[in-house]
C-alpha cells in the first residue's frame, strides 16, 4: 500500500510518500507523476520518512524520474530521515546518482 | 763437253752448208752461228758455218742438264748434243699422317695432309744460238690415298689401346683424301665430383627493405633490421659426391679431382647440430658470416644518432644505440635497448631492460612486454576483483534489509538490484571492464592460442558488466562465479607477462615510461611524467608532477612541489610510497585508499593496515638508486 501525496508547488513539487514503495505499488506514483506536467516542474522533491518498504523497483523509479528531470534542466530530491530507509539509498548509491 | 754435230742439217733441206771466211774480226756473209732447239722434247743442233758462233745452252729452273753423267749448272757451249741429256724435275704427289696424343693423353688426333702433284715436261723452242732450256706442267698428279692399316700399326706399336681407338674415323681420313685434323681415339673422362656446399638457410642481409604502400612514403620507415629466433636453421652442409675413375688412351687409370669439403664454422650464438651438418641460432639476433663463421650477434649497434637517417629500428635482439633517439623516432627490440644519449620525443619499447643514459623528453618508454595492455589489464583485474567483492557485499546487505523488498528480484532477476548499483554507486566498475574489453581486444591480435583463451575468458566476463548486460544475472552468485573467473584469469595473465623488465633513466620529462619490474630515475628530476612500474619506482631526485604509479612502492627524494601541477602517486594495497620530503597538495593512492598530503612530511613512508593508512619514518632516504 503507497500513499502519495502531491503538495503542488510548481515549479517545485514535492510528493511525499507513505508506505511501501514497491513493484505493485508503483503505478500509484507513476500515474501521480503523470499528473504533473514536468516540463513546468524545476525540481521533484520525494519525501520518502513515510516510507517503511521499498524495493529496486521503486528506486529505479525514482532514478528514472531524477534522468527524466534531468533532461529538462531540473532535479530530483530526496527529504528523508528514516535511517533504515537511508541505509538502503546509501548501499546502493541512490544519492550518488542524484547528484551527478 | 760433247762435239759439235750438224744434226739439223740432217733435218732441213734446201740449206747447204756454205763456210764464210772472216777476216779482222768481221763476219762473213757466209757465216751463220750454232743453232740449238728443243722439238717435240728432243734437243737438235745446227752447227754454226764459217766463223759463226757455237750454240750456247742454258738450263733454266726444273730443268737439269746432263753431259755424260756430269750435271751441268751453268750455260755451256756445245759442240754436239751427243752426251748430252736433260731430264726435267717432277712434282710428285704426296700424302702423309701424323699421330699426335694430346698433352692430357686422353685424346689421340690424326692429322692427315695430301698433296697434289705436277707432271713437267721440256718445253719446245725454236733454233736459237743461246738455247734456255724450259719446263712446263703437263698434267696434275692426284695424291695417293693412306692405307689406314698404317695407322692402325702406328696406333699399336705407341700402345694405344685398341677398344678407344675409332677405327671408322680413320678409314674416312686416310681415305678422303682432304687435309684434315680428327680424334681417332678417346680415353674415358673421369666423372667430376660434386663438391660439397655450405647452404645458407637464412637471409644474411642487414636490412629488409619496406614495401611501398601505395604512394605513401614513409621516410621513418627504413625496413627492418634483418633478425633471427633461437632455434632457427642458418645453415646446412651438403657432403660432397666423390667423382668415377676414368683411363687415358694408353689405359692407365685417371683420378677424378678431389671434390671440395667445405666445413660449417660455428661462431658466437650458433650452434652445430646433426654432427656438424647443421648450424641452429643459439640467441636471437643478426646472422652474419665473416670470414667462414657463422654467427649471430644478440645486439645491433647503432653507431650514431636514430634520426632520418636511419629511420625507425626494429630489431629482434638487443639494441644499442650511441646517440640520441631523435623525434618521431621509434626503436623497437626484442631483447633489451640501450641508448647512451636522450631521447626526444620518440618511442621506445623493448621486451627487456631500457637504459637511457641520459634525458628523455616527451615521447614513450616500454619496458617489458610487446604488449604493453597486458600489464594494465592485471592491475585493472585486481582493482575489480576488490570492487566485485564490495559489490557483491553491498548486494548481500540490501538483500539482508529488513526495509528493502526482494519480491520484485524473484521477478526480475538480482540483476536489476545489481544494475542499479553499478550505475549508482559502482558506476568505475562498468567504466574499468570497457577500458579492460579495449586493452585485451589491442592484445587479442599479436597473442598466442594459449593466451588468447585467457583474454577472451576475460572479455566475456567483462561484457557482462557493460550496458544492459547486468540485467541478465539471474542471481548474485553468477556475479561472484565471475569474479572466481575473473581473478584466476588475472592469475594466468599475470604468468604471460615476461619477466620484468626494468627502466633505468636519468631525466625524464613530459614522457610516458611503463615497465613490468622497476623504473628507476637516476638523475635530478622526474617531471609531468606518466610512469607505470610493475615492481618499484625509484626516484634519486625530485618527482614532481603527473602520474606515478609502482606495484610494491614509490620511494623518491622529493615528492611534488610547491605551485607546481598535481602530483600523484599510486601502488597496490600492499604497497608503500616513502620520500624524504612530500610537499603539500600530492595525492598517495595506496590501493583503496586515498590520502592527499596536507602539510609538508619529511621522511615519511605511507602504507596500509587494516584497511587505514598508517605511515611511520622513512629511513631510506634519497639515495634509493
Known sequence: MLRVKVIKGVPEVVIALEGSLD??????????????????????????????????????????????LSQRNGRVYLENDNAEIEEILGLIGVREILRS | MGLLRSLVNDEVDGEQETEIPQENGLQDQHDQPGRLAIINGQLHMEEPKGRGAWPVL???????????????????????IEGLSITVDQEP????????????????????????????????????????????????LPAKPIDPKLVLAHLKKEGIQTDLIHPEAIIEACLGRQDTEVVIARGVA??????????????????????????????????????????????CLHHPVPG??????????????????????????????????????????????????????????????????TGNVEFRGDVAVLGDVQESLTVKAGGSVDVRGSVFHADIVAEEDVIISDKLIGGSVVAGTDQPGLTKAVRLLKLLDRELEQLLAAFRQLKAHPRLSVADLSVRGDGYLIKLILEARFSHIP?????????LAGEAQSSEEELLTVINGV???????????????????????????????GAELEQALDSAADIYVYYCQNAKLEATGNITITGPLAYDCEVVAGDTLRVAGNCRSGFYAATTAILAKTVGATGMGKTELCVG??????????????????????????????????YVQDGKLHSREFRQGGAVC
Do not use: W
Not at chain 2, 749448272?73 to 756445245?78: H, L, S
Not at chain 2, 690424326?110 to 703437263?138: I, M, N, Y
Open chain 1, 23 to 68: 513493484m505493485g505499488t508503483g503505478e500509484a506514483l507513476q500515474r501521480a507523476v503523470d499528473e504533473l506536467n514536468l516540463n513546468r516542474i524545476h525540481s521533484l522533491t520525494f519525501s520518502l520518512s513515510g516510507l517503511e518498504i521499498i524495493d529496486s523497483t521503486g528506486i529505479g523509479q525514482l532514478i528514472g524520474y531524477h534522468r527524466a
Open chain 2, 58 to 80: 742454258v738450263p733454266g729452273p726444273r730443268v737439269k742438264l746432263y753431259d755424260g753423267e756430269q750435271l751441268v749448272t751453268k750455260p755451256i757451249v756445245v759442240e754436239n
Open chain 2, 93 to 140: 704427289p704426296a700424302s702423309a699422317y701424323e699421330v699426335i696424343v694430346s698433352r692430357d693423353k686422353m685424346e689421340v688426333l690424326l692429322k692427315t695432309s695430301f698433296r697434289t702433284g705436277r707432271a713437267f715436261r721440256l718445253c719446245d723452242a725454236d733454233f736459237e744460238q743461246r738455247l734456255v732450256l724450259k719446263a712446263e706442267p703437263a698434267a696434275d
Open chain 2, 190 to 235: 673421369p666423372v667430376p665430383p660434386v663438391d660439397g656446399r655450405i647452404e645458407i638457410v637464412c637471409s644474411l642481409q642487414t636490412r629488409f627493405s619496406s614495401e611501398a604502400q601505395g604512394d605513401r612514403v614513409d621516410f621513418l620507415d627504413r625496413g627492418s633490421f634483418n633478425a633471427v629466433n633461437a632455434g632457427d636453421v642458418l645453415a
Open chain 2, 244 to 309: 668415377t675413375p676414368g683411363k687415358d688412351v694408353y689405359g692407365k687409370v685417371v683420378p677424378p679431382p678431389a671434390a671440395r669439403s667445405p666445413r660449417l664454422v660455428a661462431g658466437s650464438g650458433v650452434k652445430l647440430v646433426k654432427n656438424g651438418t647443421m648450424a641452429v641460432a643459439e640467441v636471437t639476433g643478426r646472422p652474419i658470416l665473416r670470414r667462414g663463421v657463422l654467427q649471430v650477434n644478440p645486439q645491433l649497434v647503432i653507431g650514431q644518432n636514430v634520426d632520418l637517417s
Open chain 2, 431 to 439: 567504466k574499468k571492464f570497457a577500458v579492460l574489453d579495449a586493452l
Open chain 2, 459 to 489: 572479455r566475456a566476463a567483462a561484457k557482462r558488466f557493460l550496458g544492459a548486460a547486468p540485467l541478465e544475472f539471474k542471481r548474485i552468485e553468477e556475479v561472484a562465479r565471475e569474479k572466481i573467473h575473473l581473478r584466476a584469469y
Open chain 2, 573 to 606: 594495497d600492499k604497497g608503500v610510497i616513502g620520500a624524504d620530503k612530500f610537499c603539500p597538495g600530492v595525492r598517495l593512492r595506496i590501493g583503496s585508499v586515498q590520502t592527499v598530503i596536507e602539510q609538508e612530511c619529511l621522511t615519511t613512508l605511507f
